[in-house]
């Protein structure tokens, strides 16, 4: 009588699995200490810019006005020559204006998207997450910051096709580039703490529109500080869209530009819009 065969060997937990499979079986390290806030800002900056991918008309619609202003604002303005911009021509003098305009309509609105998320119950599952306020503050800022970007390569097309004599320096682009962030970053959370304290969309929209106009025509976008009465350079001086358009103009153009100032101006008002949005959010959920 044959031999029953012999049952099989436990497999010992111990057992060194191929290194695919052990790949597969060994959870990655979780992010300690101060990688922890980068990484979840990159990721809600990723949910973010993820709507795009399903939805590109805002960036397409969002294109018409500032073309427009370029097209017949700075055309019309360059022609009778009302405006003193010390020899440059008013087409290039507008442009950089124009860019900071755009960036700054699309980021004064970025409230409405989190009243919406408060509305869909979006913003309470967030807020149960390990996720610091701050950090999804950050991420959505720097998301409005990116569609801006975007918004501004099509403004520096549209310009270059009119004929504005623009550097290409790559260095001067990339702190272009830093400028249209940081200022998109300040309006986005600017708009996202008006909506802690209004609430509703409604009102979100009134105020929105109410202070989008004469934030960009209490600025250096359109016309230089020193044409203007006194009480709207005081205006300016304490307007952080004033501080990008410099940067913006003394980058692209090579006018003289207090690019410290500037740039210092535009990380201190980010922070502090993002602190400001920070300790809102929780009033904005309940």
Known sequence: MSEAPAAPRPVSADTVHPAGLDLLLTPPRARTGWQVLPARVGAMCAVELQKLRHDRTELYTRAVQP?????????????????PTGGIPYLDYLAPGIIAQSAMFIAIFYGIMI????????LTKLLVTPTPRSALITGKAFAAGVKALIQAVVVVVIAALLGVAMTWNPLRLLGVAVAVVLGSAFFSCLSMTIAGIVLTRDRLMGIGQAITM????????LYPVAVMPGWLQTISKINPLSYQVDALRGLLLGTHAHLALDYGVLVLAAALGILSASSLLGRLAR
């Open 67 to 83: 073309a427009l202003w370029l097209l017949i604002f700075g055309e019309t303005f360059t022609r009778i020559r009302a405006i």
């Open 115 to 122: 009243i919406w998320e408060r509305d869909a119950g979006i």
């Open 214 to 221: 004469p934030l960009f025509f209490g600025s250096n976008a």
